[in-house]
């Protein structure tokens, strides 16, 4: 395991982001389903965005996995979406 100096922690991380998603499509956007929320041992379900590449990402309340998480935006239309049950 590579230990990270803490001044290059968030350089890091974003470099692993962006190996993710720089140039990704969004095919769908979709809520995780009941059977899968239950799978990772959540309460709440939140948004899944599918990439065109068929990686999945979603928001989790903490990065232990512990349960769903919301997404922010800067949008004035619809600046959060919500953890659901």
């Known amino acids: 395991m590579n230990i990270i ?16 998603l720089v140039g990704r499509k969004i095919k769908a956007v979709r809520y995780l389903y009941p059977k899968e929320a239950e799978g990772l041992g959540w309460y709440g379900r939140s948004v899944v965005i599918e990439l065109d590449n068929g990686v ?30």
């Open 5 to 20: 100096p803490a001044d290059q922690v968030a350089s890091h991380w974003e470099k692993q982001a962006a190996l993710i």
């Open 56 to 85: 999945l990402v979603w928001p989790s309340s903490d990065d232990e996995g512990n349960d769903a998480g919301a997404l922010f935006t800067t949008d004035k239309r619809v600046d959060t979406l919500p953890v659901i049950s």
